[in-house]
C-alpha cells in the first residue's frame, strides 16, 4: 500500500471531511480514501453503454431499413495441395 501527504490543505476542507468522517463513523483518514475511490471509480464507469449513447443520439432521425441481399452458396474452401 501507497502513502501520501497532502499540505496546504484549507481549514475548510480539514474540517468538512472530519464532518463527514464523524458522519459516516470512520476516521478521516478511511474518509478520505472512501472520497479518493469513488472520485475514480466514476470517471471508469460510464452512465450507459457505446452503442445505447448512439441510438439515443440519432433516435429523432428515425430508423434506417436496409435490404438484405439473399444469401448464395458458400464458396468451397482453398485447397493447398
Known sequence: ???ITIRNLDDDVK???RK????NGR????EVRV???????????PDKGLGTAIHELFKPFG??????PPR????EPPRFD
Open 27 to 30: 476516521s478521516m483518514e478511511e
Open 20 to 23: 463527514r468522517a464523524a458522519g
Open 15 to 17: 474540517i468538512g471531511i
Open 35 to 45: 472520497i479518493l475511490r469513488e472520485a475514480l471509480g466514476r470517471e471508469n464507469v
Open 72 to 75: 448464395g452458396p458458400m464458396r
Open 63 to 68: 430508423g434506417v431499413e436496409l435490404e438484405l
Open 1 to 3: 500500500m501507497a502513502s
